[in-house]
């Protein structure tokens, strides 16, 4: 059974930092895409970052330049660090895998969500 499960949540002031971790189980995602996404109250879902399997990323305008995507292969998993936090960028994160190994910002293109991670920035 494939599972995604993201851990690093959690409660920070604004200008803080976070490193959310995605740890894949079940299969190996060596050579596949991986993506953040996050959900805002109130708001849909929406793409932050997109790492492919050569290390390649892709990012959000909202957090370029503020977040890093990175991935572990012999780890099977995936980070998000999160600089420069902002009260707008309180959500729950989700971790997802593609079957493809190309970066997709889409949420059609992956295939496996982890259940979410809930990052909250106070001002």
């Known amino acids: 059974q494939v599972q995604l499960v993201e851990s690093g949540g959690e409660l920070v002031q604004a200008g803080g930092s976070l490193r959310l971790s995605c740890a894949a189980s079940?299969?190996?995602?060596?050579?596949?895409?991986m993506a953040w996404f996050r959900q805002a109250p109130g708001k849909e879902r929406e793409f932050v970052a997109a790492?492919?399997?050569?290390?390649?990323?892709a990012y959000a305008r909202s957090v370029k330049d503020r977040f890093t995507i990175s991935r572990d292969n012999a780890k099977n998993t995936v980070y998000l660090q999160m600089n420069s936090l902002k009260p707008e960028d309180t959500a729950a994160y989700y971790c997802?895998?593609?079957?493809?190994?190309?970066?997709?910002?889409?949420?059609?293109?992956?295939?496996?969500w982890g259940q979410g991670t809930q990052v909250t920035i106070s001002s």
């Open positions: 079940g299969r190996t995602f060596s050579r596949n895409g």
């Open positions: 790492i492919d399997w050569l290390g390649e990323s």
């Open positions: 997802a895998a593609s079957s493809t190994e190309r970066i997709r910002i889409t949420q059609g293109s992956y295939d496996y």
